[in-house]
């Protein structure tokens, strides 16, 4: 025996609260998790598994999950989670897709980017859904039907979108260029040559916001259309390794994103960047969203992914630990491809994954201050 | 846009109208589109005369949720109006004489509710006939879903609370076929409809379960007094049956049986779960939907509430729990990835005819990839289904025809006395019942005997 090998008692309290801190103090460390299926639970199948990657995700204003899938091929699909619902509707599978980068939700429709192995990112549109009947008792869904828009620039992938602040319009990038969709009359305009390289953002005063060759973000106005090249300059950090990724408080329009090494930023369109805030835990940062109070939640690291925690208040960054749904399904999660705030203030990630599950994350309520 | 079809929906608008089901679908790699269940290939219908009696005299009657035959062994249906606020449920009865329906009343006159009293109204009867074969009374219970007469919806749990709005409960009337008079009536289950009845005529009980808390009560008929044993779940079963020993079955929320035995007074779970589809179901909302008894009392056959509902036969008097058959789907294969509209896959109206053969009606739609059925169909069919218990072989006998809307949903069945099929139908407005005559060869006199203690 290896005089390394300490003497370790078992029965000891102590041992076994080492013991319980790494089975289970290894995952969600704070608040609930739960992963739904992109189906109706005990009425449909689910999406299958190699189609079922989640990379993006919206909420309408009445507060539905809209997302897209990639994989062997791509669904666009919408979440509902509050009054008598429960379920996933896989809306389309869209044929000759296999990749959704975007989707967008207007004040009353939904526009959905999609690349595919050959030819240009697409963009499709339909409306949003409605509420249905509750599904505790009797349903019926019909698919409704897409607009296919077609290409944005042809052979170009979508890179990403994002709606505006009023919900008009959406902006978006593919590898070169900066196009921009009206959802009153969806045609897409193509306004300027830009290098789409990561995700885009809107700004604290409206501006769409993306990245700009290695150390810059340009800025689009989306109402005047005017695009300003590189309009901020982004901290010293490593931008050139992984895409840009954002969270956005909505109160306030803070910005928030992460450089290759996961050092958070703050942004603001007046203020321009913060010093760094901290450091996640592992890198790079995979996705994030704000919710109500100003925290911000993300999923970084690769292979088996952990969630962390930004508390400005703090100023601090938490591990939360691997991902993990014990109520229904019993599931541990490792990749996520986009987050977003849900109606709720609770954070909806997308599993980018096989067999992919919308994850609702209820943050541990906070104490009140003495 | 995306259309969620609801029971809301369903109601507002003419059965025609609602969705063409299967347009949207689209197949799966590797999957058979071959149908099952219910394949497309019309039968003549020469032998089996289908017949439509709209309720003329109830326009705002927009289903037939319960249709019995009655102690008196004529043809019992609820003219119901859900979808209208205020609406009020009539009681017909089919008059062989005049081969016309008699109109016997509206319920809110008799049970002193009336339909403008500002809360949910007495709109309709839910699989709550029962028949007392030694009285010659027909029992029945009402049921909600209606909103008060100046709301656009109602909901039970909302105004649950509400004294203004709140259902006033679950009437019981003892309907006397003999002089055609309620001879009494009383609140059976106060705030609550009643969903399903049964009759233990042997012991003088009523089984019902309420919607919406979907408890079991027991009402004594002597004393006149209720019972309530227990919650079931959150989803009301929608039949319940009786066996040898008195004891009560239905479903609960994840498909397993449920059973109320009076011997020891309480609510017991299976611990099996129900035949359902094993590729996208998991036993979840498979509760009864309908539950016909084998003449000779040994067994029931069951079909569940759910699309693709499944039918199985069900020997309660064997065993510590019953040995259950599963008999298949009753509809036909579709795309896993979507739901299929409650209202159009579907199936009900289950009882036994004078030949000793099942009937029942199955629905059947037109979809583009897993049944592709021909011009000579319509969208959706009602189609009556005729299952050999000695054989388990099913053979298509009709389809029902309705003069306007489609016909794909029966809600219960009946066999009269003179042994003729009545199916009531749901998805019309005015709403109405078939009547299938029978072959002369497959028909018997008080073919309705031993009758249904359940409705």
């Known amino acids: 025996m290896s005089e390394k090998k300490p003497k370790i008692d078992y029965n000891s309290p102590k041992v076994r609260a080492q013991i319980d801190e790494i089975v289970h103090g290894t995952f969600v460390k704070q608040g609930t998790m739960l992963a739904f299926p992109t189906g109706f639970p005990g009425a449909t199948i689910s999406i299958l598994p190699d189609e079922s990657h989640i990379t993006a995700l919206d909420v309408s204003p009445q507060g539905l999950v809209y997302g897209g899938t990639s994989g062997k091929r791509s669904h666009i699909i919408v979440g509902m989670f509050h009054g008598v619902t429960g379920m996933v509707f896989d809306m389309k599978a869209v044929e000759g897709a296999t990749h959704c980068p975007a989707v967008c939700c207007g004040k009353n429709k939904l526009l959905a980017c999609v690349n595919g192995p050959s030819g240009g990112g697409r963009i499709l549109t339909t409306g949003l859904h409605g509420l249905p009947f509750d599904l505790i008792q009797e349903w019926g869904f019909q698919r409704p039907a897409f607009d296919d828009l077609g290409e944005c620039a042809a052979g170009e992938p979508i890179v990403h979108a994002v709606a505006d602040a009023s919900r008009d319009r959406v902006v978006g990038a593919t590898t070169h260029h900066l196009f921009s969709v009206d959802f009153a009359s969806p045609k897409i305009r193509v306004v300027a040559e830009v290098s789409g390289s990561g995700r885009l953002a809107v700004g604290s005063k409206g501006g769409i916001l993306g990245p700009d060759g290695k150390g810059h973000l340009w800025r689009f106005d989306p109402q005047t259309q005017k695009l300003e090249r590189e309009a901020f300059k982004l901290p010293a950090g490593r931008w050139d390794k992984t895409p840009l990724v954002w969270a956005r408080a909505g109160q306030s329009g803070l910005l928030y994103t992460a450089d290759a090494g996961g050092q958070l930023f703050s942004f603001d369109e007046e203020r321009g960047f913060s010093a760094a805030l901290g450091k996640t835990l592992l890198a790079p940062v995979y996705c994030m969203a704000a919710t109500f109070d100003g925290r911000v939640f993300g999923s970084c690291g690769s292979g088996i992914a952990k969630m962390f925690c930004y508390d400005p208040g703090r100023r601090e960054v938490t591990n939360l630990g691997v991902a993990v749904s014990v109520f229904e399904r019993r599931r541990y999660g490792y990749v996520f491809g986009d987050a977003v705030t849900g109606r709720d203030g609770e954070i909806v990630f997308g599993e980018d994954d096989d067999g992919g599950h919308l994850w609702l994350y209820f943050p541990r309520i906070q104490a009140a201050s003495a | ?455």
């Not at chain 2, 609140?187 to 969903?195: A, D, N, Q, V």
């Open chain 2, 1 to 455: 846009m995306g259309k969620g079809i609801g029971r809301r929906e369903f109601f507002r608008s003419s059965g025609a109208s609602l969705l063409t089901a299967g347009a949207a679908l689209y197949p799966r790699d590797g999957v058979s589109a071959a149908a099952e269940g219910s394949p497309a290939k019309p039968q003549p219908s020469g032998d089996y005369k289908c017949k439509w009696y709209e309720f003329s005299e109830a326009k705002e009657s927009d289903s037939c949720w319960s249709l019995s035959v009655g102690p008196d062994g004529r043809i019992y249906a609820a003219a119901c109006a859900e979808g209208t606020p205020g609406g009020v449920v009539k009681v017909v009865r089919y008059n062989e004489a005049k081969d016309a329906l008699d109109y016997l009343f509206d319920i809110d006159k008799m049970v002193d509710d009336p339909g403008d009293s500002g809360r949910a109204s007495q709109c309709k009867i839910h699989y709550s006939f029962v028949p007392s074969m030694h009285d010659g009374i027909l029992y029945m219970a009402t049921h909600l879903s209606a909103a008060p007469i100046d709301q656009v919806a109602y909901s039970a749990w909302l105004s649950w609370h509400d004294e203004k709005r709140c259902f006033r409960g679950s009437a019981l009337l003892a309907f006397d076929t003999k002089t055609d008079q309620v001879k009494w009536w009383q609140t059976m289950i106060p705030k609550e409809g009643c969903r399903c009845l049964l009759h233990d005529e042997e012991r003088g009980l009523l089984y019902a379960i309420s919607d919406p808390r979907d408890h079991l009560h027991i009402f004594d008929l002597k004393r006149r007094t209720r019972r309530d044993v227990g919650r079931l779940g959150s989803i009301n079963s929608q039949a319940l049956f009786l066996d040898k020993k008195h004891r009560v079955w239905t479903t609960n929320d994840y498909g397993h049986l449920v059973r109320y035995d009076p011997e020891k007074d309480r609510l017991e779970v299976s611990p099996f779960v129900l035949p359902h589809n094993p590729e996208f179901q998991t036993g979840w909302h498979s509760v009864f939907y309908d539950v016909a008894p084998s003449p000779d009392g040994e067994c029931v056959y069951a079909a569940t509430w759910i699309a693709n509902s499944y039918m199985m036969r069900i020997w309660p008097n064997e065993g510590d729990w019953p040995r259950v058959e599963d008999l298949g789907p009753n509809t036909q294969k579709r795309d896993p990835t979507v739901s299929v509209d409650t209202f159009v896959d579907h199936c009900g109206g289950l009882t036994f005819a004078g030949d000793g053969q099942l009937y029942y009606v199955a629905s059947r739609w037109r979809d583009p990839v897993y049944n592709p059925m021909g011009p000579e169909h319509k969208e959706r069919e009602g189609v009556v289904w005729r299952l050999n218990p000695a054989t388990l072989e099913k053979e298509e006998v009709t389809c029902l025809v309705h003069p306007r809307e489609l016909a794909q949903y029966v809600s219960r069945g009946a066999v009269d006395h003179n042994g003729d099929l009545f199916f009531g139908h749901v998805g019309s407005r005015p709403s109405g019942i078939f009547k299938v005559e029978m072959p002369a060869d497959r028909k018997k006199e008080n073919a309705h005997l031993p009758i249904r203690m359940w409705g």
